[in-house]
């Protein structure tokens, strides 16, 4: 309560700063509020974050003020946060490192852009710190502008505010209400205690939010169903190929030779896998010419099925896939990624732009990688139906939920060697545990430099290799829960309550301001 009696001290006597001190602070408070992002995991300073963007939103006098907030606050956040984006840009240096600070500097003020929206539409919304109304509006407006960038423009649901909470046991909610469910509950739970004004009744109803949110330490203990004695036992290849190196030609047979002596190794069970996992473009060959080195695998195998990232051609188009082979060798399942990275593996109009030296950071040609259909089920023998994704698909709950059906578990093939060594991997992993409680399925997850992962239907690493490592792990697949909430329905219920909640701040606004 302190805290509480504390924060209304700072709102009510705050300067009217300059826009440029007012800048400098919500910058700051969005970088605390990203420091409970992996690899810090500070929850706690996250939460004081969030509470110095409320208190700075609340004192702000006029809608442009509120608005520069907020896209302080979104800068500060998703320049800490992505600060990794530089990464790939330094695995070429001569070419490319001359435009990382540009798209750090473009990446995080943009994407703050949704942010000093959401501020603007608060405060028109909610003008004075009247009752409840403020921390409501601020919480709904944030909520709707988070959920926007995760579909907008193909999307970018990375470090989603509700990936704060993926140390915590209250992201077992998005099981229910999703990741955007959560970022209302949670927003809710921190904003309306500080907005709240009167009696006793009010002030207990505000803090609803946040004992719902603390209840998931109650409602799902952290505990799960081990896998039984005839579990498929999978094993996860990490060759550890540093980008730089990766398509060296004196390196590629030292990456390849690797992967083959993983696959042909004695099992650390006391059995042969049932199924075996390389990471994404594993195979360092287009697949019309990989029959050899399919051979080597399938021997190296042992009678074991394999799935592994290539790319392969189709005419004129080139397809970042992945591939499975059986035990004897037989091409039994494709898959090509259909959620492409944005300037990365593709460029619009890249065949144009291609011309003027303008490609993709993954991409040979102008036009880059191709899209393959959309969500697509492996048979993967033994183990069962695996929902296919390939890096950066596995942060979309979206396309997720769009398999054609129910799979088993969720098998990430990916090259996080692009993304550094110190938050991108991190980040990555923890998004992937993400799609593994919102499925209720377990995740295998094969990466390039790490982090490779068993991963439970409650979204607990079970085995994993560290980042920077060569090796493999042989693991039992964890067993699936029943299908969740969140797979049945996808965001559509919070985006109605979103929608809702803002026409009734909208109704109540406009008729108090019919009166005046």
């Not at 287009?286 to 399938?298: C, H, K, Q, S, W």
Request: net charge neutral; hydrophobic share 50%.
């Amino acid at each position: 309560m302190n805290l509480l009696r504390r924060a209304r001290q700072i709102r009510t006597t705050l300067p009217d700063a300059s826009p440029s001190r007012a800048y400098a602070y919500g910058v700051t408070a969005g970088a605390g509020t990203a420091l409970g992002l992996a690899p810090f995991d500070l929850w706690p300073v996250a939460v004081f974050g969030l509470i110095a963007g409320y208190v700075l939103f609340s004192a702000a006098a006029t809608l442009r003020r509120s608005a520069l907030i907020g896209w302080a606050f979104g800068t500060g956040y998703f320049a800490v946060a992505l600060h990794w984006i530089v990464e790939p840009f330094a695995v070429d240096a001569a070419r490319h490192l001359w435009m990382a600070p540009f798209a750090l500097v473009f990446m995080a003020t943009g994407l703050a852009l949704f942010w000093g929206a959401a501020f603007a539409l608060a405060h028109w919304l909610a003008p004075s710190p009247a009752l409840w109304t403020q921390g409501v509006a601020l919480a709904l407006c944030l909520g709707l502008a988070e959920l926007a960038r995760s579909y907008v423009l193909t999307g970018f649901p990375w470090v989603v505010l509700s990936q704060i909470w993926v140390s915590t046991q209250a992201i077992q909610w998005i099981s229910v209400i999703g990741p955007h469910g959560l970022v209302l509950l949670a927003l809710l739970a921190v904003w309306m205690p500080l907005s709240v004004t009167g009696g006793a009744v009010r002030r207990a109803i505000s803090f609803v939010p946040a004992l719902c949110l603390g209840a998931g330490a109650l409602l799902w203990p952290d505990t799960a169903p081990m896998a039984g004695n005839n579990a498929p036992i999978i094993r996860v290849i990490q060759p550890n190929a540093a980008q730089r190196d990766k398509w060296n030609p004196d390196m590629i047979p030292l990456f390849f030779d690797r992967q083959v002596a993983f696959t042909r190794a004695p099992g650390q069970t006391g059995q042969r896998p049932d199924l075996i996992v390389w990471p994404e473009t594993a195979v360092p060959t287009l697949l019309e010419y990989a029959n050899g080195a399919f051979d080597v695998i399938t021997d190296a195998a042992q009678g074991s099925t394999v799935v592994m990232g290539i790319q392969r051609q189709n005419d004129a188009r080139l397809f970042n896939s992945m591939v499975v082979l059986d035990g004897n060798g037989t091409l039994t399942g494709i898959y090509d990624k259909h959620h492409l990275v944005p300037f990365g593996e593709y460029i619009p109009f890249g065949s144009v732009l291609g011309q003027f030296g303008l490609r993709g950071l993954a991409a040979e040609d102008g036009d880059g990688f191709s899209a393959g259909p959309g969500p697509a089920l492996l048979d993967l023998g033994k183990a069962g139906r695996a929902l296919a994704l390939i890096c950066y698909e596995a942060i979309f709950p979206q396309d997720v939920n769009r398999a054609p059906t129910r799979p088993d578990f969720l098998l990430q093939a990916t090259n996080d060697a692009w993304f550094g060594t110190f938050s991108g991997p991190y980040q990555h992993l923890a998004q992937a545990q993400m799609r593994a409680i919102e499925q209720g399925v377990p995740m295998v997850r094969a990466a390039n430099t790490g982090v490779s992962a068993i991963i439970d239907a409650q979204g607990r690493v079970l085995r994993h290799l560290a980042l920077d490592t060569s090796g493999f792990i042989d693991a039992p697949l964890p067993p699936a829960r029943a299908a969740t909430w969140y797979s049945k329905t996808g965001d559509l219920p919070v985006l109605l309550v979103l929608l809702a909640g803002l026409f009734a701040l909208a109704a109540v606004n406009l008729s108090a301001r019919s009166k005046l």
